[in-house]
């Protein structure tokens, strides 16, 4: 069981950044994969960015390559989704999940309850 909370949503003027933060609570945090996930209003929910056990391998959406930056620290069970350059279709809650499977695809097994996040241009 992993229980996920994130953090750091709210609202910044374009072409800022913004850093999301996950803690994970449970057992064995770094035996999983991390996603970061987001779903505008009216939109379906996509995968933004994910990372695996180790932090040896992530994937980014081709929407937000060279912008966003994944990242996790196994001591202190917590991924991170630093945010930069951020424009105004970056608007969504933003949520993490976690799998000991699932990276890229995949159906993740715990989430978070998301945190907004709302561009203004």
């Known amino acids: 069981q992993v229980q996920l909370v994130e953090s750091g949503g709210g609202l910044v003027q374009a072409g800022g950044s913004r850093r999301l933060s996950c803690a994970a609570s449970?057992?064995?945090?770094?035996?999983?994969?991390m996603g970061w996930f987001r779903q505008g209003s009216g939109k379906e929910r996509e995968l933004v960015a994910a990372?695996?056990?180790?932090?040896?391998?992530?994937h980014y959406a081709d929407s937000v390559k060279g912008r966003f930056t994944v990242s996790r620290d196994n001591a202190k069970n917590a991924v991170y989704l630093q945010m930069n350059s951020l424009k105004s279709e970056d608007t969504a809650v933003y949520y993490c999940?976690?799998?000991?499977?699932?990276?890229?695809?995949?159906?993740?097994?715990?989430w978070g309850q998301g945190t907004q996040v709302t561009v203004s241009s």
């Open positions: 999940a976690a799998d000991r499977a699932a990276l890229v695809t995949g159906e993740y097994k715990y």
């Open positions: 449970g057992r064995m945090f770094s035996t999983y994969n």
């Open positions: 990372i695996n056990w180790s932090g040896g391998r992530t």
